[in-house]
């Protein structure tokens, strides 16, 4: 094996291992022809997709299309830079050009069908997931899909079901596991939502999404903040619940207990605004220290 081989061997590798801001210091290395190669701007892309830098993604692409030639995976991920930065039209153009090279390509059929779900086309997003699927069912970036056309059709519990089986596919997928974490975090599971997040940010150190996510919930699970978890949990539905309750007890004429509940209640709902803040402070402080 040859010494640009040896690096592009171990670029491959860091982008294995969710490692994009490494494997773009060892593409940084590569000498001469090398780092114009075909399979190199392949990496650079791959390596800028990882890291959401859709303005050097969609640069990087036309350089390689333009050095190399026409070439799938590079028109994949200009399509994919586009759509980040919404325009739809010059992405879809990216995307036709890619699957007319490969059309039997799942990730690209998947990179079709979320730009057609961005746009509201939902049923031929659907088809196109359907065939990746028939390709690579188990592939990650049909699992994405599946879930993104489920919410787009307002369908949460297929979302969380196929979000399930995502995880179960891929336990240490930080996709997987951010995706689950969303969900626990909109039932109100903030404990087990912060444990993946927190997983997602092990297996992908370098995206501030997910970081940001764990620092979220890992709020939401200081102790101070246990007594609200019910109202994360209900949302609307506690509300509803708290006034219906005061409600029957004044129709009931049980005015001093209906005074009592109304006054718990405003106290939890100052509670609900005052804490979260309060609690952001004293982690960031306890953190700077």
């Known amino acids: 094996m040859t010494a640009p081989q040896g690096q592009l061997a171990r670029v491959v590798g860091l982008l294995e291992m969710n490692r994009p801001e490494q494997a773009l210091t060892e593409l940084g290395r590569l000498p001469g022809a090398a780092a114009t190669d075909r399979v190199a701007y392949r990496l650079r892309v791959i390596a800028l997709s990882a890291l959401d830098r859709w303005d050097e993604v969609a640069e990087a692409a036309r350089q390689g299309l333009a050095e190399v030639g026409p070439d799938a995976e590079l028109l994949g991920r200009l399509g994919l830079a586009l759509r980040s930065q919404g325009a739809y039209a010059p992405a879809e153009r990216a995307l036709l050009d890619a699957l007319a090279l490969e059309p039997e390509d799942p990730w690209l059929l998947c990179q079709y069908a979320d730009l057609c779900v961005t746009v509201g086309q939902t049923d031929k997003a659907g088809r ?162």
């Open 128 to 289: 196109l997931i359907s065939r990746a699927a028939e390709l690579a069912p188990e592939s990650p970036a049909v699992y994405g899909s599946r879930i993104q056309l489920a919410y787009a059709c307002g369908d949460d519990r297929e979302a969380e079901r196929v979000t399930w089986e995502f995880l179960g596919r891929h336990p240490d997928n930080p996709t997987a596991l951010a995706m689950h974490g969303g969900i626990a975090a909109e039932r109100g599971r903030i404990v087990a939502a912060h444990r993946s997040f927190g997983r997602a940010v092990a297996h992908d150190p370098d995206d501030p999404d997910y970081a940001e996510a764990a620092w979220e919930t890992r709020v939401y699970t200081h102790p101070l903040l246990v007594p609200l978890r019910p109202l994360y949990r209900l949302g609307i539905r506690l509300w509803l619940i708290a006034v219906g309750t005061i409600a029957v007890l004044n129709l009931a004429k049980l005015y001093i207990p209906a005074l009592v509940v109304a006054l718990a209640w405003v106290l939890y709902c100052i509670w609900s605004w005052i804490a979260p803040p309060l609690v952001r402070r004293l982690i960031l402080g306890r953190w700077r220290s």
